[in-house]
DNA sequence: ACGGATTGTAAAGGTTCCCTAACGTCCGGT
DNA sequence: ACCGGACGTTAGGGAACCTTTACAATCCGT
């Protein structure tokens, strides 16, 4: 079915994963693999192997992109996010349902879609969610978590990485509090567990721990 | 992998064949969508049972959709169009690329994505080559085959069907010739095997007597 | 240092969707 | 009346991708 020098889906899927669990910091294992795509660890495994067979990746000393499994997970990443900015920016769809949708289109937008989109929304640098766009000329900015920041002070939100997408519901909550990137707040309190206070364009709202340091935020 | 509610695309694609064989007047039987869909004739066998037990399509005295299968076909069908209109009124896609891109996106676009899309573009009733997007308020022009019009008569082009699609590069031919709907022209000569020059926008261009038969005109 | 959790793999199997080869049926023209 | 073609179906098979069950290896806290 896929043409020649096109690439299953499955095999996109999983480059895509790989890359994300990178940019995510976590420990790029079979088991995260399984976990992010819901997926029995078998699978995986016998995909690992399918994937290196074809040169997508090597697995001597932990997993890890070849040049061409890079170059395809960069263009599923990058068709993901301009999909994404495409989805909210025009057709103003939330988060979550972007999200979901530039999960299926990412397999389907050709080269020439990826262009036009990108020459149509102003070759955007992130997706919603402050996630920078391979191929763009994304600048990352100097930023921490935040749960880094002290009570009291300002910050503004820079990026909601891709692991918080895995959080059943996170993501429309933190669209509908007004915690999206570009936005600024400031840190009313910090409870012993590590959930955060924050107050957002007149509001407040509680982060918890986890989403509190994987969130970034600029000063 | 189908969430509930959802169809696979096979069974999408299949219905919506059906549709489009109906529309353009073709016998629906199975030898026919073996064709268009470019599988063996073992293959749509096989399928029409599964269609069948899903309730889509009833076999009894030829191949029909059930209301079910009408619904499906339809939706995959409208956003098909949409798609199209899409790609080549705001994405700048040519006909050729536009119709495979859709016939991929028509398998991933939800009903939000769907309803955001008719809007953006103010509910067309048409896709780029004049067929009539379902759901839509399109109201059947008097249109005639472009063979039935007489040497020296002018016309409207008003519709290529699907049919056309599947000669290739056909679809690039006519869009390049000027031959797209709404542009109108003159029937300049017939030759006795049926092959038509016509005179649009300037210029000169021969048509063969299949294509003639199919696309609708009115004066 | 040990026992429980985490991780990877092997085995066996299932579904979906497709293929080729081969057969039987039916229909229209000579 | 017969024969070639078009059509549908049976039989057998295969690739992609997933599952559950079960078993080894490895990591880690007390």
Redesign the interface.
């Given at each position: 079915m896929p043409a020649a020098g096109e690439h299953h889906p499955a095999f996109e899927e999983y480059c895509e994963c790989i890359f994300e669990l990178k940019e995510d910091d976590v420990d790029v294992i079979q088991a995260r693999i399984a976990e992010r795509l819901q997926v029995s660890r078998p699978a995986v495994s016998e995909m690992m192997r399918r994937l290196e067979s074809e040169g997508l990746i090597t697995t001597d000393g932990g997993i890890r992109l070849t040049r061409a499994g890079q170059d395809l997970a960069e263009r599923v990443v990058r068709r993901h996010r301009l999909a994404e900015r495409f989805?909210t920016d025009?057709?103003?769809?939330s988060w979550a349902?972007a999200h979901?949708?530039a999960g299926?289109?990412e397999h389907?937008?050709?080269e020439?879609?990826e262009a036009?989109?990108d020459r149509?929304l102003g070759s955007p640098t992130t997706c919603p969610h402050g996630n920078p766009i391979p191929g763009s000329d994304y600048i990352e900015p100097d930023a921490s978590p935040l749960s880094s920041v002290d009570v009291g002070a300002k910050f503004v939100i820079s990026r909601i990485p891709e692991e918080l997408e895995f959080t059943p519901g996170l993501l429309e909550f933190l669209e509908e509090s007004a915690l999206v990137p570009g936005t600024n707040g400031t840190v009313t309190a910090i409870s012993p567990d590590g959930t955060l206070t924050l107050e957002i364009g007149g509001h407040h709202v509680g982060v918890g721990a986890f989403a509190s340091s994987r969130i970034l935020v600029s000063a």
């Open positions: 989805l025009v057709l103003q769809l349902e979901h949708e299926r289109w389907v937008m050709s020439s879609v036009a989109m149509l």
